[in-house]
Structures are given as structure tokens and as C-alpha cells.
């Protein structure tokens, strides 16, 4: 039996990298990026308003004020996407918009609030602008070349946004790990299938498939697979041909346990079987003609505990994303839980409270079995292996699941 640490680093350690794909902008967010992504061109590209207002030489208003306004004659206006015709000279003001090009000859824009109309088509300005004041330079925000994006990057919109300001129209991206889902036994039918005596809905697959989703994966559910070893046999070996394969079930040691010697007989190099850990201790993990393998136990919450622990982190490091752990906190103990002691255990709890002082609690029962408690809950208090108990008031590392777990349901 290894320790999680153990198991965590081993997996991590192992974990090939995959290869990556041109996907156009527009599909890109929410992928990993795999390359580093340069400025076409600057942004902005040109030197442009800051303000609606009027486009100035600021030597003519170096004096203005309220009390003694300056008049310029308005030689034209300009709007975003307009081109100046001509040059501010002396004396002589351009009505610009928010993001239009600058005349030649201004050099500061005079907000509109600064201004008043004058006679004719003049404008009284009320306020100084020393030069530059409200005018954005080309390459201000990112120089032409200038890296803007890592490799390593999960894409979210801004940074979406962000390529298509520097010209970026395909990006490189880790290809999505296609991800094997082989659910073992003779109990399970398919969701919506009437259920005999003795039998259950398969619902790890669907757990699974959803978990393989969120986590960036491509998932390829193969189906239920009997507690036969021919069965079990040919399904993986089926499967290795994915990047990734998860099995759930027939990894202890119960009598109709197939997964393990099948695995071995297709010549699965098993790293590790058995992690101290609660809920998910027969975990297996290994490599089977090249492909890794997770033989996650059967049980509804120990299959989906270990894909967060250490599925989530495989297929991140897969994707070559530089976050390879689920987010965790430290709260504080709201109350007593019990715990098995020699084992680290998962506790599927809320969290409420401020993030300065975060509270958990249990979701109730904690048998590997009940799923209903890790929907309830929003994460997974670490509870060390040596200790036997959670008093109340002991402080604790929470891993959270789910981007919003542990927000307060308010505004901002
Ligand atoms: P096993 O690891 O095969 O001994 O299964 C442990 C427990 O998990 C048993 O109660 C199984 O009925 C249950 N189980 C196994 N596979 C699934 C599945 N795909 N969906 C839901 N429950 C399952
Ligand atoms: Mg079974």
C-alpha cells in the first residue's frame, strides 16, 4: 500500500505528454495552450483618443480655465474608424471620438465635459491638457512581437480576446485526451432500463464521462463490461488504444475481481495497487501497452473521488497546463468528525463563510457508496492519516470542487 503523496507523485511523474493541434480562435477557450503566442502587431495600433472630447495642440491650452477659456476654431469631426483630413494647427481644434485616430499636429484631447460650445464653430475649452493627456500611443499596450501568452495557459475569454487584439487567428492547443470508459459489472444496466432484481443503474459512467468533460477530456464511454474475464479482457485492450483509460469496479478482492489479472495478462505494468486512503483504496494504477491505466474502485464516490485526486492532475499534466491541482483552501473544523485512523480520508463537506475564515462540515454520511453526500458538497476536507478525529476548531486543508464552491451566494 503507498501513501497519496506517494501515489500522486508517481502518477504525475509518469504521465506522458500529449501532442497539440491548430484550432481557430473561436473554439480555443476553455483548451490548454501549447505554444507561446507573439504580437502580430502593436496594440493599439495607432494613436488614438482616449476621450470623447476635442483633439488639441496643448500649448494653446496650457492656460485655459473656467474663468478664462480659450476658444479653438473646430476644423472638422472625427469618429472611431474615421480618418482626419486635416492637420490641428495653432488656434485650431478636431471633435474626436473614443478610439479615433489622432489629427497630425494634436497632441492632448480636451474632454467634452472641459468644454463649452462657442460662437460659430468654435469651441471654448475650460481646462488645460498637458501634452499626451487623454491619447493613447501605438504599441501601448503590447509592443509588435512582444510575447502575450505562455504555453501552459488554460484559455479563458480575456485571453481569447487578448490574441484576437494581436492578430492571432489559429492557435496551437494540446490536443483533448480521449479518455476510455470501461464500467465492470454484472449488476449495472443502462440508465433508464427497467431493473431487475439485484440490479443497479451504471451510473459511474455517466459521473465519468461528465468528469472527463469538465476536466478538458474527450470521454469514449465503452459500456457495460460483465465480471467475465474474456469480457474484461477484451474491453481494455480495446481501450489502450485511447490516451487514457478509466475502468470502474473488480479491482478488490472480491470474488468476481477480474480487472487486475486481465490487466496482467495484456501486461499491465501496475505502478501501484492499493492507496491509504478513504474512500478509494483499491486503486490501481499502471501502464498497458503504453497507455496508462486507472482501475478506479466501484463504488460511485470512490471512483469520482480519485478521478478528482488524481485523474484531474494525469490529465492536466497530459495537456502540458502549468495548474495541475484542483484549487484548496484552509477552513476550520465547524464541528467533530470521526475519522479512520492510519488512512488519509477525503470528507465530502459544505464550505461557508468568508474565505478569511471558511467553515466545514460534513455532508453526512461518509460510506463510499452514498453519491448523494459528494453532490451535497462543494469539497473534500483532507483529514491526515494519523489521526483517528476532525476535532471542532482543527484547522484543515479543503480541496474544492466546482468553480464556485465556498463563494457566498451574493453580489460580488
Ligand atoms: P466493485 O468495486 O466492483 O466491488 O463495486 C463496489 C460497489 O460499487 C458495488 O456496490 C457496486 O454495485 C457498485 N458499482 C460498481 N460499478 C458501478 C457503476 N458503474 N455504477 C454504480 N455503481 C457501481
Ligand atoms: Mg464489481
Not at 502593436?42 to 492656460?63: C, H, I, K, L, S
Not at 449488476?187 to 440490479?199: A, T
Not at 471558511?358 to 483532507?382: N, P
Request: with cysteine.
Amino acid at each position: 500500500m503507498v501513501s497519496v503523496r506517494e501515489a500522486l507523485d508517481c502518477v504525475l511523474q509518469q504521465m506522458p505528454r500529449l501532442g497539440g493541434e491548430q484550432v481557430p480562435l473561436s473554439r480555443a477557450c476553455g483548451r490548454a495552450l501549447a505554444e507561446v503566442v507573439t504580437a502580430r502587431h502593436e496594440v493599439p495600433p495607432f494613436r488614438n483618443a482616449a476621450m470623447d472630447g476635442y483633439a488639441v495642440r496643448a500649448a494653446d491650452v496650457a492656460q485655459a480655465s473656467s474663468a478664462r477659456p480659450v476658444r479653438l476654431r473646430v476644423l472638422e469631426t472625427v469618429g472611431a474608424g474615421g480618418v482626419p483630413r486635416h492637420a490641428v494647427v495653432r488656434g485650431t481644434a478636431t471633435r474626436i471620438m473614443t478610439g479615433a485616430l489622432m489629427p497630425n499636429g494634436a497632441d492632448a484631447v480636451v474632454r467634452v465635459e472641459d468644454t463649452a460650445a462657442g460662437a460659430g464653430s468654435e469651441v471654448e475649452v475650460r481646462a488645460a491638457a498637458g501634452p499626451g493627456t487623454n491619447v493613447r500611443l501605438p504599441g501601448e499596450d503590447v509592443r509588435a512581437g512582444e510575447a502575450v501568452l505562455h504555453a501552459g495557459r488554460l484559455l479563458r475569454p480575456a485571453d481569447i480576446g487578448l490574441l484576437a487584439s494581436v492578430g492571432a487567428t489559429m492557435v496551437r492547443v494540446a490536443c483533448r485526451p480521449r479518455v476510455a470508459i470501461i464500467t465492470t459489472g454484472d449488476e449495472l444496466v443502462d440508465v433508464g432500463q427497467p431493473l431487475g432484481p439485484g440490479q443497479i443503474v451504471n451510473s459511474n459512467a455517466y459521473t465519468l464521462a461528465a468528469a472527463v468533460e469538465e476536466a478538458g477530456g474527450e470521454p469514449i464511454v465503452v459500456g457495460i463490461v460483465r465480471d467475465q474475464p474474456d469480457a474484461i479482457r477484451n474491453a481494455f485492450r480495446e481501450a489502450c488504444r485511447a490516451d487514457l483509460v478509466l475502468s470502474t469496479g473488480g479491482v478488490s478482492v472480491g470474488s468476481f475481481d477480474y480487472v487486475r489479472q486481465m490487466l496482467s495478462e495484456l501486461g499491465y505494468q501496475e505502478r501501484f495497487w492499493k492507496v491509504a486512503q478513504k474512500p478509494g483504496k483499491p486503486l490501481t494504477f499502471g501502464f498497458c501497452a503504453g497507455t496508462p491505466v486507472f482501475g478506479l474502485p466501484g463504488n460511485p464516490v470512490s471512483s469520482l473521488v480519485c478521478f478528482y485526486l488524481y485523474v484531474v492532475p494525469a490529465l492536466r499534466t497530459m495537456m502540458g497546463l502549468d495548474r495541475r491541482f484542483l484549487p484548496s483552501v484552509t477552513a476550520t473544523m465547524a464541528e467533530a468528525v470521526p475519522k479512520a485512523i492510519g488512512l488519509t480520508e477525503f470528507v465530502r463537506c459544505r464550505v461557508t463563510g468568508p474565505p478569511e475564515r471558511y467553515e466545514v462540515r460534513s455532508t453526512g454520511s461518509q460510506s463510499s457508496g452514498v453519491l448523494r453526500s459528494l453532490s451535497l458538497g462543494d469539497g473534500l476536507i483532507v483529514g491526515p492519516a494519523e489521526v483517528g478525529i476532525l476535532e471542532e476548531g482543527r484547522r484543515v486543508r479543503v480541496v474544492l470542487l466546482g468553480s464556485d464552491a465556498g463563494a457566498a451566494e451574493a453580489p460580488f
